[in-house]
């Protein structure tokens, strides 16, 4: 079956514009996750959705970071004014149900900001 | 709040020797831990996962981990590795009581040499 997918796959904006990021789970998964990976580092944790709620947003950088979820399927990441230190690979991520479900992971959404 | 450090940024081997990539994480409470590969290219993947139970997890691609709450270490271990394992390899933790919530480790970069 389809793995999640994320669109664009690359996406060049320029300082201050904002940026849309979607992300389509697999089929039937409750819960989402969005991650942004920086070069050279590890995944850093923005935010995730049980269903369309988002009991964690603890890992969104600033208030320029939001998220929505509808429907219980797709996700939508807005980066308001962009910024060069936004620059990074966001992944998104789907599991079953529960959080200790296995995540499964999309192949993510180049962002650059020049 | 929790914490992973990965000990080792960069791992070389050679072909069918033994590895061991070190993963040590921070916590006041109890937590599941995961070690996720990213091959070259592709997306990230779970490679096995501690919930509860036997401290000595198994998962694909002949690959172990075993957790140790005394030492708050859960390394991953290969007998023989292949080139075909070249790849980042990732630890990750979440609470138990937060488990959408996880924290990554900066990776390792395990080089597999003929």
């Known amino acids: 079956g389809a793995g999640v997918s994320q669109s664009p796959s690359n996406k060049v904006t320029e300082k201050g514009k904002d940026v849309e990021l979607r992300c389509d789970p697999i089929?039937?998964?409750?819960?989402l996750y969005w991650y942004r990976q920086s070069l050279g580092q590890g995944l850093e944790f923005l935010i995730y959705?049980?269903?369309?709620?988002?009991?964690?947003k603890s890992g969104l950088p600033s208030d320029r970071f939001s998220a929505e979820r509808t429907g219980g399927s797709v996700s939508t990441l807005t980066i308001q004014r962009t910024q060069q230190e936004d620059s990074a690979v966001y992944l998104c991520?789907?599991?079953?149900?529960?959080?200790?479900?296995?995540?499964?992971f999309g192949p993510g959404t180049r962002l650059t900001v020049l | 709040a929790q914490s992973v450090t990965q000990l080792d940024s960069q791992v070389p081997v050679f072909e069918e020797a033994p590895v061991e990539l070190r993963c040590n994480y921070s916590s006041s409470v109890s937590v599941y831990l995961f070690w996720y590969v990213q091959y070259p290219n592709q997306g990230l993947q779970l490679l096995l996962k501690?919930?509860?139970?036997?401290?000595l997890v198994k998962g694909i691609n002949g690959f172990e981990a075993e957790f140790n709450k005394s030492q708050t270490s859960f390394h991953l271990r290969k007998p023989s590795v292949h080139i075909s394992d070249t790849a980042e390899y990732f630890c990750?933790?979440?609470?138990?009581?937060?488990?959408?919530?996880?924290?990554f480790g900066d990776g390792t970069t395990l080089t597999v040499k003929p």
């Open positions: 501690y919930l509860s139970g036997s401290t």
């Open positions: 990750a933790v979440s609470l138990m009581t937060n488990a959408g919530k996880s924290t």
């Open positions: 089929s039937g998964h409750t819960a």
């Open positions: 959705f049980q269903g369309n709620s988002a009991p964690d």
């Open positions: 991520a789907s599991s079953l149900r529960r959080n200790t479900d296995t995540q499964y």
